[in-house]
Protein backbone atom coordinates (compact mmCIF):
# COMPACT_ATOMS: atom_id res chain seq x y z
CA UNK A 1 0.00 0.00 0.00
CA UNK A 2 1.64 3.57 -0.60
CA UNK A 3 1.88 5.88 1.98
CA UNK A 4 -0.08 9.02 2.21
CA UNK A 5 3.19 10.71 1.43
CA UNK A 6 3.96 9.07 -1.46
CA UNK A 7 0.55 9.77 -3.09
CA UNK A 8 0.71 13.74 -2.55
CA UNK A 9 3.91 13.72 -3.59
CA UNK A 10 3.06 11.90 -6.76
CA UNK A 11 -0.07 13.70 -7.13
CA UNK A 12 1.83 17.18 -7.02
CA UNK A 13 3.41 16.65 -9.68
CA UNK A 14 0.56 17.38 -11.78
CA UNK A 15 1.33 20.83 -11.54
CA UNK A 16 4.70 22.53 -12.73
CA UNK A 17 5.55 24.51 -9.49
CA UNK A 18 6.16 21.26 -7.77
CA UNK A 19 7.63 19.58 -10.20
CA UNK A 20 10.07 22.62 -10.32
CA UNK A 21 10.92 22.41 -6.50
CA UNK A 22 11.08 18.22 -6.68
CA UNK A 23 13.22 18.41 -9.88
CA UNK A 24 11.19 15.05 -11.01
CA UNK A 25 8.19 14.46 -13.43
CA UNK A 26 6.03 11.28 -13.93
CA UNK A 27 6.21 8.61 -16.70
CA UNK A 28 4.04 6.07 -17.55
CA UNK A 29 3.82 2.94 -19.29
CA UNK A 30 6.29 0.23 -19.51
CA UNK A 31 7.18 1.13 -23.13
CA UNK A 32 8.08 4.99 -22.23
CA UNK A 33 9.22 3.96 -19.17
CA UNK A 34 11.80 1.98 -20.77
CA UNK A 35 12.46 5.13 -23.41
CA UNK A 36 13.81 6.90 -20.43
CA UNK A 37 15.69 4.77 -18.62
CA UNK A 38 17.57 3.64 -21.99
CA UNK A 39 18.07 7.54 -22.50
CA UNK A 40 20.55 7.60 -18.93
CA UNK A 41 17.53 9.57 -17.38
CA UNK A 42 17.96 9.10 -13.56
CA UNK A 43 14.79 7.00 -11.96
CA UNK A 44 13.87 8.14 -8.96
CA UNK A 45 11.13 5.59 -7.91
CA UNK A 46 8.96 2.96 -9.81
CA UNK A 47 5.49 2.18 -8.85
CA UNK A 48 3.71 -1.47 -11.02
CA UNK A 49 1.06 -3.92 -10.62
CA UNK A 50 2.45 -7.16 -9.67
CA UNK A 51 1.71 -8.94 -13.07
CA UNK A 52 4.35 -6.82 -14.70
CA UNK A 53 7.01 -7.66 -12.12
CA UNK A 54 8.66 -9.69 -14.68
CA UNK A 55 8.71 -6.51 -16.90
CA UNK A 56 10.51 -4.47 -14.83
CA UNK A 57 13.52 -6.26 -13.85
CA UNK A 58 15.83 -3.81 -15.57
CA UNK A 59 14.56 -0.97 -13.36
CA UNK A 60 15.18 -2.97 -10.38
CA UNK A 61 18.55 -2.88 -10.87
CA UNK A 62 18.99 0.61 -10.13
CA UNK A 63 16.17 1.05 -7.48
CA UNK A 64 13.93 -0.91 -5.50
CA UNK A 65 10.43 -0.89 -7.46
CA UNK A 66 7.36 -0.67 -5.17
CA UNK A 67 4.03 -3.33 -6.01
CA UNK A 68 1.10 -1.76 -5.44
CA UNK A 69 -2.87 -2.29 -6.57
CA UNK A 70 -4.83 -1.46 -9.14
CA UNK A 71 -6.84 0.57 -6.88
CA UNK A 72 -3.73 2.37 -5.67
CA UNK A 73 -2.61 3.16 -9.55
CA UNK A 74 -5.68 5.07 -9.97
CA UNK A 75 -4.69 7.15 -7.34
CA UNK A 76 -1.63 8.49 -8.26
CA UNK A 77 -1.95 7.96 -12.43
CA UNK A 78 -2.88 11.14 -14.43
CA UNK A 79 -4.53 8.57 -16.95
CA UNK A 80 -8.12 7.56 -17.07
CA UNK A 81 -7.39 4.14 -17.74
CA UNK A 82 -3.54 3.52 -16.14
CA UNK A 83 -1.19 1.68 -17.91
CA UNK A 84 0.26 -0.68 -15.29
CA UNK A 85 3.34 1.09 -14.68
CA UNK A 86 4.57 4.55 -12.90
CA UNK A 87 7.71 6.48 -12.72
CA UNK A 88 9.18 9.33 -11.71
CA UNK A 89 12.29 10.62 -13.50
CA UNK A 90 14.71 13.24 -12.64
CA UNK A 91 13.87 16.55 -14.82
CA UNK A 92 17.29 16.91 -16.71
CA UNK A 93 19.26 20.30 -16.33
CA UNK A 94 19.45 21.27 -20.29
CA UNK A 95 21.54 24.01 -20.96
CA UNK A 96 21.27 25.97 -24.61
CA UNK A 97 24.64 26.68 -26.33
CA UNK A 98 24.13 29.28 -29.31
CA UNK A 99 27.60 28.68 -30.52
CA UNK A 100 26.02 24.99 -31.25
CA UNK A 101 23.36 26.05 -33.54
CA UNK A 102 25.47 26.03 -37.24
CA UNK A 103 24.16 23.77 -40.13
CA UNK A 104 21.10 22.10 -38.42
CA UNK A 105 17.36 23.37 -38.16
CA UNK A 106 15.63 23.71 -35.06
CA UNK A 107 12.17 24.65 -34.03
CA UNK A 108 11.50 27.84 -31.65
CA UNK A 109 8.37 27.74 -30.72
CA UNK A 110 7.00 31.24 -29.01
CA UNK A 111 3.87 30.86 -26.20
CA UNK A 112 2.77 27.30 -27.55
CA UNK A 113 0.13 26.89 -24.95
CA UNK A 114 -1.40 23.31 -25.91
CA UNK A 115 0.40 20.32 -23.86
CA UNK A 116 -1.14 17.97 -26.82
CA UNK A 117 0.36 20.04 -29.75
CA UNK A 118 3.93 20.60 -27.52
CA UNK A 119 3.88 16.26 -27.29
CA UNK A 120 3.23 16.16 -31.09
CA UNK A 121 5.85 18.47 -32.15
CA UNK A 122 8.50 16.88 -29.74
CA UNK A 123 7.45 13.72 -31.86
CA UNK A 124 7.73 15.15 -34.78
CA UNK A 125 11.09 16.60 -34.48
CA UNK A 126 12.33 13.04 -33.33
CA UNK A 127 10.61 11.20 -36.05
CA UNK A 128 12.93 13.60 -38.56
CA UNK A 129 16.19 13.72 -36.34
CA UNK A 130 15.97 16.53 -34.60
CA UNK A 131 17.58 16.46 -31.27
CA UNK A 132 16.28 19.81 -29.51
CA UNK A 133 13.48 22.18 -29.56
CA UNK A 134 13.50 25.20 -28.21
CA UNK A 135 10.95 27.08 -26.47
CA UNK A 136 10.11 30.45 -24.91
CA UNK A 137 9.89 30.71 -21.04
CA UNK A 138 6.23 30.96 -21.08
CA UNK A 139 5.66 27.59 -23.36
CA UNK A 140 3.88 24.83 -21.23
CA UNK A 141 6.00 22.52 -19.75
CA UNK A 142 7.63 19.89 -21.32
CA UNK A 143 7.39 17.42 -18.28
CA UNK A 144 3.68 17.95 -17.56
CA UNK A 145 1.62 14.61 -18.10
CA UNK A 146 -0.06 15.39 -20.72
CA UNK A 147 3.00 16.41 -22.73
CA UNK A 148 4.58 13.39 -21.98
CA UNK A 149 2.14 11.02 -22.59
CA UNK A 150 1.15 13.14 -26.29
CA UNK A 151 5.32 12.71 -26.86
CA UNK A 152 4.93 8.92 -26.67
CA UNK A 153 8.48 8.82 -25.18
CA UNK A 154 10.48 10.85 -27.85
CA UNK A 155 10.80 13.60 -25.00
CA UNK A 156 13.77 10.91 -24.17
CA UNK A 157 15.30 11.68 -27.10
CA UNK A 158 14.63 15.60 -27.95
CA UNK A 159 16.43 18.07 -24.93
CA UNK A 160 13.48 20.54 -24.78
CA UNK A 161 15.07 23.86 -23.43
CA UNK A 162 13.61 27.12 -22.14
CA UNK A 163 15.09 30.54 -23.02
CA UNK A 164 14.08 34.21 -23.00
CA UNK A 165 13.81 33.82 -26.88
CA UNK A 166 14.58 37.67 -27.26
CA UNK A 167 18.27 37.02 -26.26
CA UNK A 168 18.69 33.64 -28.48
CA UNK A 169 17.78 35.62 -31.17
CA UNK A 170 20.05 38.62 -30.62
CA UNK A 171 23.15 36.49 -29.95
CA UNK A 172 22.81 33.60 -32.67
CA UNK A 173 24.46 33.84 -36.08
CA UNK A 174 21.83 31.42 -37.76
CA UNK A 175 19.37 32.50 -40.10
CA UNK A 176 16.14 32.53 -38.69
CA UNK A 177 12.65 31.87 -40.43
CA UNK A 178 9.05 31.95 -39.08
CA UNK A 179 6.09 29.96 -40.26
CA UNK A 180 3.53 32.65 -41.29
CA UNK A 181 0.35 32.79 -43.61
CA UNK A 182 2.29 35.56 -45.56
CA UNK A 183 5.45 34.04 -46.34
CA UNK A 184 7.40 32.46 -49.24
CA UNK A 185 6.49 28.94 -49.96
CA UNK A 186 8.75 26.62 -48.15
CA UNK A 187 8.52 24.31 -51.31
CA UNK A 188 10.23 27.10 -52.75
CA UNK A 189 12.73 27.74 -50.10
CA UNK A 190 16.43 27.07 -50.13
CA UNK A 191 16.73 25.25 -46.66
CA UNK A 192 20.58 24.27 -46.91
CA UNK A 193 22.25 25.84 -44.29
CA UNK A 194 20.78 25.35 -40.98
CA UNK A 195 18.78 27.89 -38.89
CA UNK A 196 15.94 28.72 -36.30
CA UNK A 197 12.44 28.28 -37.49
CA UNK A 198 9.67 30.25 -35.16
CA UNK A 199 6.78 28.78 -34.75
CA UNK A 200 3.81 30.83 -32.84
CA UNK A 201 1.21 30.67 -30.63
CA UNK A 202 -1.99 29.00 -31.72
CA UNK A 203 -4.30 32.00 -31.41
CA UNK A 204 -2.10 34.63 -32.02
CA UNK A 205 0.25 33.51 -34.20
CA UNK A 206 4.46 35.47 -33.08
CA UNK A 207 4.67 38.14 -30.76
CA UNK A 208 5.81 41.74 -32.33
CA UNK A 209 8.84 41.81 -29.67
CA UNK A 210 9.81 38.74 -31.77
CA UNK A 211 8.55 39.36 -35.41
CA UNK A 212 11.94 41.85 -35.38
CA UNK A 213 14.33 39.17 -35.81
CA UNK A 214 12.57 37.41 -38.68
CA UNK A 215 15.00 37.74 -41.47
CA UNK A 216 12.71 35.15 -43.75
CA UNK A 217 8.90 34.45 -43.25
CA UNK A 218 7.76 30.99 -45.05
CA UNK A 219 4.41 28.92 -45.16
CA UNK A 220 2.95 26.30 -46.16
CA UNK A 221 1.04 27.00 -49.46
CA UNK A 222 -2.73 26.85 -49.16
CA UNK A 223 -5.41 25.33 -52.18
CA UNK A 224 -8.58 25.57 -49.67
CA UNK A 225 -9.96 27.39 -48.02
CA UNK A 226 -8.87 26.82 -44.18
CA UNK A 227 -7.90 30.13 -41.99
CA UNK A 228 -4.84 28.45 -40.80
CA UNK A 229 -3.11 25.35 -39.82
CA UNK A 230 -2.70 23.45 -36.35
CA UNK A 231 1.04 24.36 -35.01
CA UNK A 232 1.98 20.72 -34.81
CA UNK A 233 0.79 19.50 -38.15
CA UNK A 234 2.68 22.81 -39.60
CA UNK A 235 5.91 21.59 -38.09
CA UNK A 236 5.40 18.08 -39.60
CA UNK A 237 4.85 19.90 -43.30
CA UNK A 238 8.02 22.05 -42.31
CA UNK A 239 10.13 19.37 -41.44
CA UNK A 240 9.16 16.75 -43.81
CA UNK A 241 10.13 19.43 -46.74
CA UNK A 242 13.09 20.22 -44.71
CA UNK A 243 14.36 16.51 -45.10
CA UNK A 244 13.69 16.27 -48.21
CA UNK A 245 15.98 18.93 -49.68
CA UNK A 246 18.90 18.35 -47.39
CA UNK A 247 18.47 14.07 -48.76
CA UNK A 248 18.96 15.39 -52.18
CA UNK A 249 22.44 17.66 -52.10
Not at 160 to 180: F, G, N, R
Not at 204 to 230: M, Y
Request: include cysteine; aromatic fraction near 8%; hydrophobic fraction near 40%.
Amino acid sequence: MLSKSQISLIKSLQLKKYRKSHKLFIVEGIKSITEFFNEDYTLHSLYYLPELSSKVLNFLDKIKGIEVSSQDLKKISALTNPQGALALFQIPDHKLEPSKITDKFYFVLDFIQDPGNLGTIIRTVDWFGMDMLICSDDTTDAYSPKVVQASMGSLARVKVIYCDLKTLLTETEVKIYAATLDGNSIYETDFQQGGLIVLGNEGNGIRSEIERFIQKKITIPRNGKAESLNVAISSAIICSEISRKIKKT
